[in-house]
């Protein structure tokens, strides 16, 4: 079984995320990821690239996520 993630160059994933408080939560554990396989690719990318635009000054971390799919 495989699920689609925001990953970046480092290995962190998303977790969860407020863009109203401007916070993001990571992880390094597969299950822990927010899944964004249920939104299907298309809406999964625009939604990790609306958190990168708004976030990545707050979040170094988002600067390199990128929708991945990963076993688990």
């Given at each position: 079984m495989a699920k689609g993630v925001a990953k970046n160059d480092d290995g962190l994933m998303v977790k969860s995320y407020d863009v109203d408080n401007s916070e993001v939560e990571f992880?390094?554990?597969?299950?822990?990821?927010?899944?964004?396989?249920?939104?299907?690719?298309?809406?999964?990318?625009t939604e990790i690239e609306f958190l990168v635009h708004h976030l990545k000054n707050e979040h170094k971390e988002l600067e390199t996520m990128k929708y991945t799919i990963v076993p688990c």
């Open positions: 992880t390094t554990n597969i299950k822990e990821a927010y899944n964004y396989g249920a939104l299907g690719e298309w809406d999964a990318k």
